[in-house]
């Protein structure tokens, strides 16, 4: 099975998960974007729902699907969350934010009660670190948190695109930092978390509660234990 076909295999199976009426949290990247147009199909054949998006093109693309949307204005929790994973290691702690999204991933994650993640058999990882880890920073600090991180151990870059910094859909910059194996995934967390100027960091502990792993024999699923 190609990776693509596992990207399908697991986004279809993960819609399981999704209930009439339900708040859905809509993930960003390539796995996600499959679950999210099976989302659609499902509403267009009369499944009840409403989604909070987790990026730009996501909230675009649920548009076009017919997908309704809501805010965090109108509703306090989301049922469940489909999003993908950059890695995911035997513990279900993850890496994301390789496409930009991670602190409006982060968010959502946060509200919901389920987050389910989404992943081909590339992603799994036996420690995380396997290549860079995204941290959202504010550009008025960006030379000084470069430096920060490269005291603990990482190779820092700016995140280009056409050129130019890449900027998140809340404005800031992104720096990708290659720490190699990150031995101890939380406490690396809370030493980024508590650096000034730091917005968010792609390290997400304790959060998913399913993944669904597509391989050569088709999906598992994993849980994290209660």
């Keep these: 099975m190609t990776h693509e076909k596992e990207k399908e295999a697991v986004a279809r199976s993960s819609l399981r998960f999704v209930h009439d009426g339900d708040v859905v949290g809509l993930g960003s990247g390539s796995t996600a974007t499959y679950a999210v147009r ?16 987790t990026s730009v093109q996501t909230s675009a693309l649920a548009k076009t699907l017919g997908i309704p949307l809501t805010t965090f204005d109108e509703v306090d929790e989301i049922n469940v969350t489909i999003d993908g994973a950059d890695e995911v290691d035997p513990d279900l702690r993850l890496i994301k934010g390789r496409g930009g999204a991670l602190l409006h991933e982060k968010v959502v994650a946060s509200a919901s009660r389920r987050l389910v993640i ?85 390290l997400f502990i304790g959060m998913a509660d399913v993944v669904v792993v597509g391989n050569s024999e088709g999906v598992i699923e994993l849980r994290r234990p209660d």
């Design 118 to 202: 989404v992943v081909d058999s590339s992603k799994p990882v036996p420690v995380l670190g396997r290549s860079a880890l995204p941290i959202e920073v504010i550009a008025f600090a960006e030379p000084i948190l470069r430096r920060h991180i490269e005291a603990l151990g990482a190779s820092v870059k700016l995140r280009q695109s056409d050129g130019a910094p890449f900027v998140t859909d809340e404005g800031h910059h992104i720096l990708d930092c290659y720490f190699g194996q990150i031995n101890d995934p939380p406490a690396l967390a809370r030493k980024l978390s508590d650096i000034p100027g730091v917005v968010e960091h792609g």
């Design 38 to 53: 099976f989302l659609g199909e499902l509403v267009q054949q009369g499944l009840h729902i409403r989604g909070i998006p």
